[in-house]
């Protein structure tokens, strides 16, 4: 009779265990900047305040040829009784020139002007304590920006239209038009850029499976000089009208659920998709260039070194269930592909990390089995704990005669983007890196600084389907040497501020893209040489008044987000005043959304009389598609949180008991 009340004791002990850790988890977690997170959204008992203030979205894109040009209207309406000032954090593609915003308020429009981002802020709280309605729009990271609106007035509606450019670079002959719809909640573990906890992280998440109350459309026109090819979306049911050379397809107005997930339009050209050319525009001030140089065909595979792959692959919470199930798909048909020649090591990560060996094992079918029976043990849990990973990455020992790549798997879900491109871009010499999202709302910043920093190449999965056709691409990619020693440069045309600074090696199946000023007249032409695995290459491009096109806005907004990325680059690597001040002037000079520029509109007209009694409302976003509610409440990096301590100490001396009552 003694061991029921031994058990009831232990029972009592373990919940007290229990009690501790929480409340030592709450004190960490209040001690702590990397414990603030999202959180989820609960409806405000007020019944006064409007909590869903964005009332819908709507994006309209042009794309003539590869320049798109984008407009992105965000209504917001108070239904409630109480003035508000509505905060919304939303994402943008990785490649937009965001270079204007307007406001509507009533029969009013606004035209918003582009400040250095202290001066907008303090504009903009002015204008919020003086009754005004303003709105300011910040860039929180490459691909986040964050919305504020105030004094919307019981009644009001209130339109903001933000105005984008964006090249679309075709791979493989094919284009693709991808609208981001909803920031992925971040993990903000052990912050090593020294930026701290940013208030845009915290933004609140509806639980998985429901539905945002926003209303969401979206509508693409394609105009070409060629026949429009097939027309495709991976992510949303489209209705789709052609005319020839121009076309028009919009996402489904039934589609409940289109703003939980990344819109991604496929579509190729008649003929040849991929070609080399030039474009030429005049402005006022100054001229424009942008050229476009196709790669050469991918080589005899007997052309192919050894090579030593080393897969780092995302555990964390975030990628449990649909994005982790992915990635397993992803990574058996690249494991289970490579070479018997070929060498490689899996290292997983989440708040620790665990690999599969100590060095590069020979691709055997033994070796394979092991890694993919180690990658289908996982579930997804805990922090993403990038860093740690990637240095214990760099650190492995290697093969001199091998070709080295890294292959890094994740959502993306970090807030430490720059101290992970500089970690990688100061040990450029010991390998490629090529960068994997997996997930239906990618952190595409993170993935695309990566392989940008890595010189090697992004890949975005969205299903099991992209998966296989990612890891054919990847293949064909590592499977054709790379060309070296580019060389450009224009003959009889006076070019400078060219961008890239330098052109990095290329893989084959994508296109070397050169943008500039140029000054005089037209003439001369672009010549090209490299070296290819099979010998020389070469690419010559005449230039003539041919080449000139109207849209010199969209060149010069072009140019000018190439040389933000070159500068933000640097910036990240060497850091200093010098790069943040030129990235100032830049966004100031060319009207550009910047991390040190912002868009700030006022209506002068005062409007709440009691602007004290404001109500600020974070708008909710919804959790991205196949991410679970686990991506929400991960505070101890590599712990289990105290129920999980819970469960195993009970498994554990349940266990006992058993074993000594059956003794």
Not at 32 to 54: G, I, K, R
Not at 222 to 229: E, F, S, Y
Not at 234 to 256: C, E, F, K, N
Not at 282 to 294: I, K, P, S
């Amino acid at each position: 009779m003694r061991t029921p009340t031994f058990l009831a004791r232990l029972c009592w002990l373990l919940m007290a265990m229990s009690a501790s850790l929480a409340a030592l988890a709450a004190d960490n977690s209040s001690s702590s900047d990397s414990s603030s997170s999202p959180y989820f959204f609960v409806e405000n008992a007020d019944p006064a305040v409007d909590a869903l203030p964005l009332k819908a979205t709507r994006v309209d894109a042009r794309v003539l040829g590869n320049i798109a040009e984008v407009t992105v209207t965000q209504e917001y309406r108070n239904q409630g009784k109480t003035p508000l000032e509505a905060r919304y954090v939303f994402p943008a593609s990785t490649r937009a020139a965001v270079h204007g915003m307007t406001v509507h308020l009533g029969d009013r429009v606004i035209q918003a002007q582009i400040r250095e981002k202290q001066k907008a802020k303090a504009e903009y709280q002015q204008a919020r304590q003086d009754g005004k309605t303003a709105a300011l729009l910040e860039q929180e990271r490459e691909n986040v920006f964050q919305m504020n609106v105030a004094n919307i007035l019981p009644g009001d509606v209130v339109q903001v239209e933000l105005r984008y450019s964006e090249l679309l670079v075709p791979t493989d002959g094919h284009f693709q038009f991808v609208f981001p719809t909803v920031v992925g909640p971040r993990y903000n573990g052990r912050d090593e850029s020294g930026s701290g906890q940013q208030q845009w992280i915290e933004s609140p998440y509806l639980p998985t499976g429901q539905p945002s109350a926003t209303k969401f459309a979206l509508q693409v026109e394609l105009l070409a000089p060629v026949q429009i090819g097939e027309i495709t979306s991976p992510s949303h049911r489209l209705v789709i009208q052609r005319d020839g050379q121009r076309a028009t397809a919009r996402v489904a107005a039934d589609d409940d659920t289109a703003s939980n997930r990344d819109f991604i339009l496929d579509y190729q050209l008649g003929g040849e998709a991929v070609q080399s050319g030039l474009l030429l525009s005049r402005g006022v001030q100054e001229n424009f260039f942008l050229a476009m140089v196709a790669p050469p065909r991918a080589p005899d595979a007997r052309l192919i070194v050894p090579r030593d792959y080393v897969f780092v692959v995302d555990v964390s919470g975030s990628m449990n269930g649909f994005p982790l199930d992915t990635t397993k798909t992803l990574l058996r048909d690249l494991i289970g592909r490579l070479r018997p020649s070929d060498t490689f090591n899996l290292l997983l990560f989440a708040g620790d990390n665990r690999k599969l060996a100590d060095r590069s094992l020979a691709a055997t079918p033994e070796n394979t089995r092991l890694a993919i029976d180690l990658l289908d043990s996982q579930v997804g849990a805990g922090g993403t704990e990038l860093m740690p990973a990637l240095r214990e990455a760099l650190a492995m020992p290697t093969d001199p005669e091998r070709s080295r790549s890294f292959v890094v798997v994740t959502d993306g879900y970090v807030t430490i983007e720059s101290s992970a491109y500089k970690l990688v871009r100061e040990n450029l010499s010991k390998a490629n890196l090529f960068a994997f999202g997996i997930g239906s709302a990618v952190n595409r910043s993170l993935i695309e600084g990566l392989a940008r920093a890595g010189q090697g190449e992004p890949f975005v999965v969205t299903d099991d389907e992209a998966a296989g056709q990612a890891a054919q691409r990847f293949r064909r990619m590592i499977d054709s040497p790379l060309l070296k020693g580019i060389h450009a440069r224009f003959e009889g045309l006076d070019v400078y501020d060219v961008e890239p600074l330098q052109l990095p090696d290329l893989f084959a199946n994508r296109p070397l893209v050169l943008f500039g000023k140029w000054k005089g007249e037209p003439r001369g032409e672009l010549r090209l040489d490299a070296h290819a695995a099979e010998g020389p290459f070469q690419v010559r491009l005449p230039i003539s008044a041919g080449n000139l096109t109207d849209n010199n806005g969209a060149l010069a907004h072009l140019w000018a987000r190439q040389r933000l990325a070159t500068l933000m680059d640097q910036e990240a690597l060497d850091g200093g005043f010098e790069f943040s001040s030129q990235i100032l002037d830049l966004g100031l000079k060319y009207q550009l959304l910047t991390p040190y520029t912002s868009f700030i509109a006022v209506d002068q007209q005062v409007r709440n009389p009691d602007p004290q009694a404001n109500r600020t409302v974070d708008q909710p976003l919804p959790m991205p598609q196949g991410v679970s509610n686990s991506a929400i409440g991960s505070t101890v990096p590599g712990t289990p949180e105290p129920g999980v301590w819970a469960m195993l100490l009970l498994a554990a001396l349940s266990g006992w008991f058993w074993r000594r009552k059956a003794a």
